[in-house]
Every structure is written in C-alpha cells, then in structure tokens.
C-alpha cells in the first residue's frame, strides 16, 4: 500500500515538533506523487502539512519502492 525510501534518518523530516517520513501511496495520483506520513500516528499529509487522511494500523511499508518502480 505505501512505500518509503530507504534512505534512514535523512528520510525523517521534522515540522512543529513532530517527525514526518516521506512516502508514495498505491493508487493515488501518478504514482510518483510523494506525501508525508507522521511518524508516530500514521496520519497522512501534503507536502505543505495539510492533513489528508488517517492510515492508523492499515499501513504496509514497502523498504525499496524505488527500486520496485524500475
């Protein structure tokens, strides 16, 4: 359902005080859309912070999306 790169804490971006990892989602957009997900909760946002969804315990994370994608 999701991915994530691979690339470890350089991955991790932090934004009012909560850490965010980047990730594509299975199904929505083009496919290389990129969103971020909150560490801790598992909620979905925009690049620019806006809230979009809650994933919760659905997410599934796929270690090498890029490499999958070639």
Do not use: P
């Amino acid at each position: 359902m999701m991915g994530m790169d691979n690339a470890g804490e350089e991955s991790v971006i932090e934004h009012n005080g909560k850490k965010f990892q980047r990730v594509q989602i299975e199904g929505v957009g083009d496919g290389d859309d990129e969103y971020l997900m909150e560490i801790e909760t598992g909620d979905i946002y925009s690049l620019d912070f806006q809230f979009m969804s809650h994933m919760g315990d659905d997410v599934v994370i796929e270690e090498n999306w890029s490499q999958m994608s070639q």
